[in-house]
């Protein structure tokens, strides 16, 4: 028997939250990477690893939100906290080797396909491992062409995002790349719920195993989300990143690194030299 799928059980709040959250975890992951190029070679690392972390957090925190308004009528639905928690290490670790690729090879055509293909999958696998984790008195089915395409939107908003931060400078046009980077992920979700179906195994007595996901969702706002707001600030105003002002060595060193011109890169202007005074003398 087919299961009533309903994904907006909460109408307009769940999209629109998870939206923000995705735009959230994008715009802080996009200015940790472009901050990284701006830095000497030891600091790197550091800002790219913050940046997967606030890009895989984000996207995570998005899907268990959007996931809130999913509902099969007549069906409860938990999660098995394992696998859902290990889909937030995929969306981590994944997106932090695309953004590492990059971070370290600059925004050259392989890559840009390279670190957004595996971003991108790394995407895709957080939603469909999170899928997994799913218990209720049912089978999830999923219709193939979805699937496909909202791997495609992930592989593609991925490279995208990526190549805007090496690319994008000033703040307006990251925040203009994390409220796009934010829509091609909820596009994503959604376009792969679009093709969940629920086949029900009759008539079953009893919760299922595992916590709902508000009981999943309530460490993440707790802690990490306050992290993501935190940091978020404290990037997005960055006084550096804001004036585009960054120390011209590091910046240099930072640029030949990645295959950057050099020659965009403004050195500060020196004090002419004072010139001796030349006064005619008397003899």
């Not at 994390?178 to 959604?190: E, I």
């Amino acid at each position: 028997m087919q299961g009533t799928v309903d994904g907006f059980s909460y109408g307009l709040v769940t999209p629109v939250v998870a939206y923000l959250m995705a735009c959230l975890g994008g715009a802080l992951g996009l200015r940790c990477t472009t901050r990284s190029l701006h830095v000497a070679h030891t600091w790197r690392a550091g800002w790219l690893g913050l940046g997967a972390a606030a890009i895989g957090s984000g996207i995570w925190t998005m899907h268990f939100i959007a996931m809130m308004g999913f509902a099969v009528r007549g069906v409860p639905i938990h999660y098995d906290k394992p696998t859902t928690f290990a889909s937030l290490g995929v969306a981590v670790v994944m997106v932090g080797v695309g953004v590492f690729i990059v971070g370290y090879k600059g925004a050259t055509g392989p890559a840009l396909f390279t670190g957004g293909t595996i971003t991108g999958l790394g995407v895709a696998s957080m939603h469909y491992l999170g899928m997994a984790g799913m218990r209720l008195h049912g089978t999830l089915q999923y219709n193939t062409y979805t699937v496909v395409a909202s791997v495609v939107i992930a592989m593609v908003a991925s490279t995208a995002a990526l190549w805007a931060a090496v690319q994008v400078r000033g703040i307006l046009w990251s925040l203009g790349a994390s409220l796009v980077m934010g829509l091609a992920v909820s596009g994503m979700h959604y376009m792969g719920m679009a093709g969940v179906s629920v086949r029900l195994h009759g008539a079953a007595t009893g919760s299922p195993a595992g916590d709902s996901a508000a009981g999943i969702l309530a460490p993440m706002l707790i802690g990490p989300l306050c992290f993501l707001l935190l940091a978020g600030v404290v990037v997005l105003f960055d006084p550096m990143m804001v004036m585009g002002r960054p120390d011209w060595r590091d910046a240099r060193d930072a640029a030949r690194q990645v295959g950057a011109p050099a020659a965009r890169i403004p050195r500060p202007r020196r004090a002419p030299d004072k010139q001796p005074s030349r006064t005619p003398q008397r003899w």
